[in-house]
């Protein structure tokens, strides 16, 4: 009975035994299978994404490309339409006084200066045609008590001299009668005169009485109280009938034609304000003239105060020349005498003396320095009353400054709307194209800084700067790419699982390279125990001869494992 029981156990053990075995086998074999499962699907799971990472690369690539050239585009015509816009160009030309807008109205304002002057000697010369003409009726009271005007039998011999040619001649004349008495001929301020002293002493100013030479009309100073340089009374200079320029003198045209003339005349060695009358023998022929005068530096020492200190821009002044072209009043006395074309030295300045026209304005602009770089002009009116040219001098970038200013002003908004619309679109977000734009002078000063959507008020210098000192070099037209810097997020997201980023701009010039490394970081699923694979991609893009962005070098990534590490945005290192 035992031993049955016995054998029994062991056909048990054995049966169990037997039967254990396949289910072991079957079962180590079911465990191997399921596990060499689990290790294919998590290759295939790593592949896959690998792969997947390797596309999204490829399609960020062109993406890349894409961006880099637009942005190379933008910048290339922001920067075109910046130099070529009228704001800048009118605040160059207006710089430099060579702008016709800004100059017009400096023009204008110009004229208006000359205007108010002219006001003032038509003012001046109504009230000096006034005073004249009263001091002449004093004069002829004078005359008139001291009786008829005529010629007597006597003759008197003259040494004569021209009071412009200083020529000097032999005549032989009547002796000119007063009352019938002959009228005394005196050369000292010691003895009285008749009728040209007492003249004097009652309105003031000169008195000069003349006596015709001859046919033409010459006429010869006989008593006077206007001094010669030597201190003596100038009897025996007389007005000739035709001036130095071989005109008719137009006091002894209108005195033959038995007129008064009032108006401005030289007067032996200066300017007067004057008025002269005829004197007509019983006969009704012109036998002399009678003359009352006061000197233009004194009648008009207001009107050439006013000339004098009148400015034009910060160099610029007014002044007055004859239709000769002589200066008669300046603000630097050495000036005067001298010619405006001797001064100017420009041929366009020959207009002043040709195109003179009373109530006209006109200007004749020229560049005075050698090297062009002050561009001058004149604008002139004429007062006939006085045969004065009224002229007004200076340089056109002083008078621009207002307009040099408003332009500054446009530019630096139109700079500013620039840098504030200028922008990159990226994954639906906004970022600006350029946190900075300048503008320099040809010194590398900074004139307009936009920063941040504000103007800068603190401005400095790019002097010494190497890229400044590059661009210096360029020709009008040419473009400079500088090595400015700058990071573009491009926001890529795979799957939630990882980001890129990449820099833009570092681009000078053809052939140059900006390299570019992207961490892409990619989570495994969660029976992968948090392991995070980190990619590093690197990829280069440079510029062609065209300033066209192109793919030069794609590397494989570098695959890593990190344990317990949360995926983040990773900045790009280069």
């Known amino acids: 009975m035992g031993k049955h029981k016995s ?18 086998i079957v079962g180590g074999l079911a465990l191997w299978a399921f596990s060499r499962f689990g290790d294919e699907m998590s ?24 961006i880099v050239d637009t942005l190379v585009n933008n910048v ?33 304002q110009v004229e208006t200066t000359l205007e108010g002057i002219v006001r003032s000697c038509v003012n001046q010369q109504a009230m000096e045609k006034s005073t004249l003409t009263k001091n002449l009726k004093v004069a002829e009271r004078m005359l008139a008590e001291a009786g008829a005007v005529g010629l007597s039998n006597d003759t008197h011999s003259w040494d004569v001299v021209n009071q412009f040619s200083k020529a000097k001649l032999s005549v032989t004349l009547p002796v000119l009668s007063l009352g019938g008495k002959p009228f005394s001929l005196n050369t000292s301020f010691e003895t009285p005169t008749p009728v040209v002293d007492e003249t004097s002493a009652v309105v003031g100013g000169v008195c000069t009485l003349f006596q015709r ?58 300017w007067y304000v004057t008025a002269y009358k005829p004197l007509v023998g019983g006969d009704g022929n012109v036998i002399g003239m009678l003359f009352v005068g006061i000197k233009e530096q004194e009648a008009n020492a207001n009107i050439m105060s006013m000339v004098k200190t009148t400015k034009i821009g910060d160099t610029g002044c007014v002044f007055v020349v004859d239709p000769q072209g ?4 300046h603000p630097e006395a050495e000036m005067v005498g001298k010619s405006i074309l001797a001064v100017f030295k420009q041929a366009a300045v020959k207009d002043v003396l040709n195109q ?22 004149v604008t002139w009116t004429y007062f006939p009353e006085w045969n004065w040219i009224i002229c007004a001098a200076g340089c056109w970038e002083e008078l621009s400054k207002e307009g040099f200013e408003n332009a500054k002003l446009l ?55 190497k890229w400044f000192e590059d661009v210096a070099k360029l020709k009008a037209g040419e473009k400079w790419y500088s090595s400015a810097h700058g990071l573009v997020d491009l926001g890529i997201d795979f799957n939630g699982r990882h980001r ?75």
């Open 7 to 24: 054998m029994l156990w062991r056909m048990v053990t054995v049966n169990v035994v037997a039967a254990s075995i396949p289910l072991l």
């Open 43 to 66: 290759f295939f799971t790593s592949k896959t994404l690998e792969d997947q990472v390797f596309r999204e690369i490829r399609v960020g690539l062109n993406t890349d490309i894409n």
């Open 76 to 108: 290339k015509n922001d920067t075109l339409t910046l130099a070529s816009s009228a704001p800048l160009q009118n605040y160059l030309a207006a710089k430099t006084g060579q702008s016709k807008l800004w100059n017009k109205i400096a023009e204008r």
């Open 213 to 270: 030479m001859n046919d033409a009309g010459d006429m010869l100073r006989v008593g006077t109280n206007v001094k010669k340089e030597d201190g003596a009374r100038a009897i025996g200079t007389f007005i000739p009938a035709m001036n130095p320029d071989g005109n008719p003198n137009p006091v002894v045209a209108a005195i033959m034609r038995k007129e008064t003339f009032v108006g401005r005349a030289f007067v032996v060695n200066a």
């Open 326 to 329: 002589v200066i008669l009043v």
């Open 356 to 377: 003179k026209e009373a109530g006209k304005f006109k200007t004749v602009a020229f560049e005075r320095d050698n090297d062009g770089s002050r561009s001058q002009f």
């Open 411 to 465: 530019l630096a908004e139109d700079i500013l709307k620039k840098q504030s619309v200028s922008e990159m679109v990226f994954d639906g977000k906004r970022y600006p194209c350029y946190n900075q734009i300048r503008f320099l002078d040809a010194t590398g000063a900074e004139i307009v800084v936009a920063k941040d959507g504000v103007l800068a008020t603190e401005l400095g210098t790019r002097a010494g700067v």
């Open 500 to 574: 890129s980023a990449v820099p833009i701009g570092r681009m000078a010039a053809p052939g140059d390279i900006e390299a570019v490394r992207i961490r892409l970081m990619t989570e495994y699923p969660a029976n992968a125990a948090n392991t995070v694979k980190v990619l590093d991609v690197i990829r280069v893009i440079a510029l062609d001869e065209d300033y066209n962005p192109k793919i030069v070098e794609f590397k494989s990534p570098q695959k890593a494992t990190l344990k317990n590490k949360t995926p983040e945005f990773i900045v790009p290192v280069e």
